[in-house]
């Protein structure tokens, strides 16, 4: 046999070995679904759950199937600590609020694209490029999370008080309305959605949207728009998340000041978040 054909055949088996590989570890994760579809909920998890406001708010049927999502997410995900030791804590708030946007989605497997979630014990300095006008600077900037690449990052510090209460911020929301967004490829405030529901989301999130741009970078005051704040004005993917975040931690005044934004959530997210959390 000369080399091209010793060649091909190496290719072969090592693209059998990968496909091999491929299979196994589909089976491995479709027999872990299955499997805790019955299993029983940790009580520790049931604990922590009861300290979070919107849980407790749930129905009993919302409850079981957020139990179920929150389980396929702690064992399909990889959370690492960085500077932080990584508890159950941490992974029981992290899945509650990422599954609670999936609540209505009929998500088999939650997040399908995301591997990891990075945990940090506070803000962190990242170097980010900005392009004005055609001219690219790049600074470092402090975040508290970031959704890019297979990979949220949290810092607990923030996250973990805004979780165990009903405010307008949640960190942990905010990031996984970017992971929503993103699923269909592109990060630009419109999420996976039924075609019927499309063009009305575009409507009105872009005109929310342009009028809290104008406002914040026109320099004046905000007005009923302060619910979302300057930082809502960067693009229409922080506007969306900014959004998610005040649909279920201050639904009430989303419904009385933007009632047509509080109604194509609702109509996204499938709950009517002023009657369960309001």
Same mark, same amino acid.
């Given at each position: 046999?000369?080399?091209?054909?010793?060649?091909?055949?190496?290719?072969?088996?090592?693209?059998?070995?990968?496909?091999?590989?491929?299979?196994?570890?589909?089976? #491995?994760?479709?027999?872990?679904?299955?499997?805790?579809?019955?299993?029983?909920?940790?009580?520790?998890?049931?604990?922590?759950?009861? %300290?979070?406001?919107?849980? #407790?708010?749930?129905?009993?049927?919302?409850?079981?199937?957020?139990?179920?999502?929150?389980?396929?997410?702690?064992?399909?995900?990889?959370?690492?600590?960085?500077?932080?030791?990584?508890?159950?804590?941490?992974?029981?708030?992290?899945?509650?609020?990422?599954?609670?946007?999936?609540?209505?989605?009929?998500?088999?497997?939650?997040?399908?694209?995301?591997?990891?979630?990075?945990?940090?014990?506070?803000?962190?300095?990242?170097?980010?490029? %900005?392009?004005?006008?055609?001219?690219?600077?790049?600074?470092?900037?402090?975040?508290?999370?970031?959704?890019?690449?297979?990979?949220?990052?949290?810092?607990?510090?923030?996250?973990?008080?805004?979780?165990?209460?009903?405010?307008?911020?949640?960190?942990?929301?905010?990031?996984?309305?970017?992971?929503?967004?993103?699923?269909?490829?592109?990060?630009?405030?419109?999420?996976?959605?039924?075609?019927?529901?499309?063009? #009305?989301?575009?409507?009105?999130?872009?005109?929310?949207?342009?009028?809290?741009?104008?406002?914040?970078?026109?320099?004046?005051?905000?007005? %009923?728009? &302060?619910?979302?704040?300057? &930082?809502?004005?960067?693009?229409?993917?922080?506007?969306?998340?900014?959004?998610?975040? %005040?649909?279920?931690?201050?639904?009430?005044?989303?419904?009385?000041?933007?009632?047509?934004?509080?109604?194509?959530?609702?109509?996204?997210?499938?709950?009517?978040?002023?009657?369960?959390?309001?």
């Amino acid at each position: 046999m000369n080399y091209y054909g010793a060649l091909f055949w190496i290719v072969v088996a090592l693209g059998g070995v990968a496909f091999a590989l491929f299979g196994l570890r589909r089976h #491995r994760r479709s027999k872990l679904l299955r499997e805790l579809e019955t299993s029983p909920f940790p009580e520790r998890y049931e604990a922590i759950l009861l %300290r979070t406001p919107h849980f #407790r708010r749930l129905d009993p049927e919302d409850r079981e199937a957020l139990r179920r999502l929150l389980l396929r997410f702690i064992h399909t995900k990889e959370f690492i600590g960085v500077g932080i030791g990584v508890n159950d804590e941490m992974r029981v708030l992290i899945a509650f609020y990422a599954c609670l946007l999936l609540l209505r989605k009929n998500a088999p497997l939650p997040y399908p694209e995301l591997s990891t979630i990075l945990i940090y014990p506070d803000a962190v300095l990242i170097e980010q490029n %900005r392009n004005d006008g055609g001219i690219v600077t790049s600074e470092e900037v402090e975040i508290d999370g970031q959704s890019a690449n297979g990979t949220v990052v949290i810092t607990w510090d923030a996250a973990r008080a805004e979780a165990l209460e009903m405010g307008e911020a949640n960190l942990i929301l905010h990031e996984f309305a970017h992971e929503l967004d993103f699923m269909d490829g592109e990060i630009d405030g419109v999420p996976p959605m039924d075609a019927s529901q499309y063009d #009305r989301w575009v409507e009105v999130l872009d005109r929310e949207f342009d009028a809290l741009y104008a406002l914040a970078h026109g320099g004046e005051e905000l007005g %009923r728009y &302060d619910l979302f704040g300057p &930082d809502a004005a960067y693009d229409e993917a922080e506007f969306f998340a900014v959004a998610t975040e %005040r649909f279920f931690g201050s639904p009430a005044a989303l419904k009385e000041d933007f009632p047509e934004l509080y109604d194509r959530l609702e109509a996204y997210y499938e709950i009517d978040a002023a009657g369960r959390f309001g």
